[in-house]
């Protein structure tokens, strides 16, 4: 029985990882085609080429950030990966995620900040001037969460994270009276609210409950710089479910509906909001 119930957690298993490897596949792949429409010549939109281009870029950031990471999951404070690959090594997978998580929240500043000065909403603008700094706060602490092992700053990272989409929330917020048909909004809100539900009720609860649970068994920090050393050294190949489980719920809605919020945050720039903005 305990041999079945292994195979049947690896076959689980890769079917989680064939399923995130096809959604990213796919996501690479639409964001090509949105590449294509937005590169073609057009009039009303809001903003410049070099605009579009800067969207788009940061849009390819997160796409290609997720489907890196979806080929090579890991869970950075455990050190566990699917794959013996040198990429899977935390520092390297650590730093990817870095750069798109800063790259898929500055796409939401640069939109609110659109929208705000066109209708002239300084809740949008404010919102727009403050999510990016607090999401380099937050990597800092998911920096030191990963180095340290200590699951506390994890869950300060998430919830840094709450009060920043709580932000862009309130900035969209403001904005629904603008809109002649506010679709673009109200899902967008609709699904901020499904991801601050996501965060109090599983995330950020899953993280303290490991945090407890490490300082109750007495498990040893490491400093920093000892960290630093560990995550370019050490990664431990699993393939138990098991050791997975907690993982999947949010790497899946991670590397899926975040990552199409982006494409759609990307395409709403220039082909979307202009024609739905009641001051226009």
């Not at 403001?174 to 601050?196: D, K, M, T």
């Not at 995330?203 to 490491?222: E, F, I, K, N």
């Not at 630093?228 to 050791?243: K, M, P």
């Amino acid at each position: 029985m305990a041999l079945e119930a292994r195979i049947s957690g690896v076959v689980e298993l890769a079917w989680w990882w064939g399923l995130l490897t096809l959604v990213s596949t796919l996501n690479i792949a639409f964001w090509f085609v949105l590449y294509g429409i937005l590169q073609e010549p057009r009039t009303g939109g809001f903003g410049s080429m070099s605009g579009i281009e800067l969207m788009l870029l940061l849009c390819a950031t997160y796409v290609f950030g997720c489907a890196f990471r979806s080929l090579l999951p890991r869970a950075d404070v455990q050190r566990i990966c699917l794959f013996d690959t040198w990429p899977s090594d935390v520092l390297i997978g650590r730093t990817v995620p870095t750069m798109a998580e800063i790259g898929f929240v500055a796409q939401w500043a640069i939109i609110l900040h659109a929208l705000g000065t066109t209708a002239g909403a300084d809740t949008a603008l404010n919102a727009a001037l403050v999510i990016v700094p607090f999401i380099v706060i937050a990597e800092c602490f998911s920096w030191h969460a990963v180095l340290t092992k200590d699951y506390l700053f994890h869950a300060i990272e998430n919830s840094i994270w709450a009060v920043a989409f709580f932000i862009i929330g309130m900035g969209l917020c403001r904005l629904l009276p603008e809109f002649n048909g506010p679709v673009f909004a109200i899902v967008s809100i609709a699904g901020i609210a499904g991801y601050l539900a996501f965060l109090a009720t599983i995330d950020v609860p899953m993280y303290l409950t490991r945090w407890r649970s490490d300082a109750a068994s007495g498990t040893r920090l490491l400093c920093p710089l000892e960290g630093l050393r560990d995550v370019s050294i050490r990664r431990v190949v699993t393939h138990d479910i098991a050791e997975w489980k907690e993982e999947i719920p949010w790497m899946s809605l991670y590397f899926s509906v975040a990552v199409w919020a982006s494409l759609d945050v990307c395409y709403s720039f220039e082909s979307y909001l202009p024609r739905f903005l009641a001051v226009n």
